[in-house]
């Protein structure tokens, strides 16, 4: 079946630092991909999103882009900040109509001054 | 404001009694889900709903049950069959459409005393 593959945490960066957390999946067909970030104690917000292959998806300074070769949906942050500190999860979801989601485990994010 | 509305937001429980945590979205979406999640995992989902008066099994359904009498509203009953029923739970929906991300309530935190 489906699945996603992150990176385990925690990653612990220094503010202004560069952030890569890695993601692969496999699925059968052509998913869409998504990243979402969990905050202590709240739901899951979105992201960022990518449906085909090469699309890149970005908001508030983070990027992923859709690489069907390599089976990778990478999150990037040029620089990150204190407020980042979050749970961050990649998820698939597959290309039926009932469109479920399989998530990764998720990936600490830790951001000191 | 439109949005998810999950409640309550913390619920302790005896063994062997039902408890039923209430989701409610007033987003007009069709399509709603449970998941639950557990400290260091990923999300795993419970049941979801494409329409009303209707719903599947997700991958973990068992010591579940759900309705969807409503489009609005999408209760999910956690029954004395659970064997570890303590655990953060999240509901979503979803618009219809291909490629549409899921929106997130705020949780419920389930604890079994």
Same mark, same amino acid.
């Given at each position: 079946?489906?699945? *996603?593959?992150?990176?385990?945490?925690?990653?612990?960066?220094? !503010? !202004? %630092?560069?952030?890569?957390?890695? /993601?692969?999946?496999?699925?059968?067909?052509?998913?869409?991909? $998504?990243?979402? *970030?969990?905050?202590?104690?709240?739901?899951?917000?979105?992201?960022?999103? %990518?449906?085909? %292959?090469?699309?890149?998806?970005?908001?508030?300074? $983070? !990027?992923?882009?859709?690489?069907?070769?390599?089976?990778? $949906?990478?999150?990037?942050?040029?620089? *990150?900040? *204190?407020?980042?500190?979050?749970?961050?999860? /990649? %998820?698939?979801?597959?290309?039926?109509?009932?469109?479920?989601?399989? $998530?990764?485990?998720?990936?600490?994010?830790?951001?000191?001054? | =404001?439109?949005?998810?509305?999950?409640? #309550?937001?913390?619920?302790?429980?005896?063994?062997?009694?039902?408890?039923?945590?209430?989701?409610?979205?007033?987003?007009?979406?069709?399509?709603?889900?449970?998941?639950?999640? =557990?400290?260091?995992?990923?999300?795993?989902?419970?049941?979801?709903?494409?329409?009303?008066? =209707?719903?599947?099994?997700? =991958?973990?359904?068992?010591?579940?049950?759900?309705?969807?009498?409503?489009?609005?509203?999408? #209760?999910?009953?956690?029954?004395?069959?659970?064997?570890?029923?303590?655990?953060?739970?999240?509901?979503?929906?979803? #618009?219809?459409?291909?490629?549409?991300?899921?929106?997130?309530? #705020?949780?419920?935190?389930?604890?079994?005393?």
């Amino acid at each position: 079946g489906d699945s *996603v593959t992150q990176m385990e945490g925690p990653v612990t960066l220094s !503010e !202004e %630092a560069f952030l890569t957390i890695n /993601c692969t999946y496999t699925a059968t067909g052509y998913p869409s991909l $998504f990243w979402y *970030v969990q905050y202590p104690g709240e739901g899951l917000q979105l992201l960022l999103k %990518a449906t085909k %292959a090469d699309d890149k998806g970005s908001n508030k300074g $983070f !990027e992923a882009t859709y690489r069907k070769e390599t089976t990778s $949906f990478h999150l990037e942050k040029g620089s *990150v900040q *204190v407020s980042d500190s979050a749970v961050y999860f /990649c %998820a698939l979801s597959d290309d039926t109509g009932f469109q479920k989601l399989v $998530f990764g485990t998720g990936t600490r994010l830790l951001v000191s001054p | =404001d439109g949005g998810i509305t999950q409640s #309550p937001k913390y619920l302790f429980r005896k063994e062997g009694q039902n408890v039923t945590l209430s989701c409610e979205q007033n987003l007009n979406h069709d399509a709603m889900y449970w998941y639950r999640q =557990d400290p260091g995992q990923g999300l795993r989902l419970i049941y979801y709903s494409q329409i009303v008066n =209707d719903f599947q099994k997700g =991958d973990i359904a068992e010591g579940y049950s759900v309705s969807r009498e409503k489009k609005e509203s999408f #209760p999910l009953t956690v029954t004395s069959a659970q064997k570890n029923p303590t655990a953060f739970y999240l509901c979503a929906s979803r #618009p219809r459409g291909l490629a549409n991300e899921q929106f997130f309530g #705020p949780g419920t935190r389930l604890t079994v005393l």
